[in-house]
């Protein structure tokens, strides 16, 4: 893994007679907080991201947990791809929506699963449960009681063996209930390939991202020989191919693309 862009990987983005930009929200384009709800997207990278999808041989994607109601609120774009879910459902400029079949079957499972993780929210265990849809997250960060913290665990897993349905992808700070199907960002990312056509003898393909959730995005990107990117939270061993430091240094990065790219191909007219 690299620890920076090097110029001749920049001037391969900036240069791609198609390029297609696969970007996280939460800790990619959006610092972590202490509650999902102070995670908002700054007007700043706002700007960048409308850009970005004004520009003519350029195509941006945000591939995110949030559901796509959210997703739609935060990027009120219309050249932009939307895969909310992790892709479990995905908006396309041709407003477009396809949502897995599988997911929408289970999603009355959600609101069973809602009713017995609400103990955990309430007074001394103030876990906080985030409905995205199609996806259920329950965050642990203002718990710092290890007690708590493993009382919290065990009542979890425990509702795996209730819920055979669902799946349960634990981070460092969120559990995460999906539907146990086979699927991935990486499952994502190549069925919006797949819907756009992409001709990558032509063009290049870019992903950020942060988290294990991203890690099969990165061996998709790879595999289509493109630019894998993740911003460090932590030193865990990565498949993507060059490191950022923060999310700063991805906007400002991102804004250079954008300044650079809108020179080179112009806007949509």
Not at 253 to 263: S, V, Y
Request: a neutral charge.
């Amino acid at each position: 893994m690299q620890t920076a862009i090097s110029e001749s990987d920049f001037m391969q983005i900036i240069q791609a007679k198609e390029l297609f930009i696969g970007l996280d929200r939460d800790g990619t384009l959006v610092p972590y907080k202490l509650t999902p709800d102070l995670a908002y997207v700054d007007k700043s990278v706002l700007e960048i991201i409308q850009l970005l999808t004004n520009i003519n041989n350029t195509i941006v994607a945000i591939v995110s947990a949030r559901g796509l109601n959210q997703l739609k609120k935060d990027f009120p774009f219309n050249n932009i791809v939307l895969a909310g879910s992790c892709g479990l459902e995905i908006s396309y400029p041709d407003h477009k929506i396809i949502t897995n079949e599988t997911a929408l079957q289970i999603q009355p499972l959600l609101s069973e699963l809602i009713d017995r993780l609400k103990p955990l929210t309430k007074s001394k265990h103030k876990a906080i449960i985030e409905n995205h849809g199609l996806t259920v997250c329950l965050h642990t960060k203002l718990i710092s009681d290890r007690f708590i913290l493993k009382n919290i665990d065990k009542k979890v897993f425990a509702l795996g063996k209730i819920f055979p349905q669902l799946k349960i992808n634990k981070l460092e700070t969120t559990y995460e209930f999906y539907p146990n199907i086979n699927w991935s960002k990486g499952m994502a990312i190549e069925a919006i390939f797949e819907y756009l056509t992409l001709d990558f003898n032509q063009g290049l393909s870019i992903f950020v991202g942060d988290s294990q959730a991203d890690e099969s995005a990165y061996e998709v990107i790879n595999n289509y020989k493109g630019i894998s990117f993740k911003v460090i939270h932590n030193q865990n061993l990565s498949k993507a191919k060059i490191l950022l430091n923060s999310e700063k240094a991805l906007i400002d990065m991102l804004d250079h693309i954008a300044r650079m790219r809108c020179n080179l191909f112009g806007k949509r007219s």
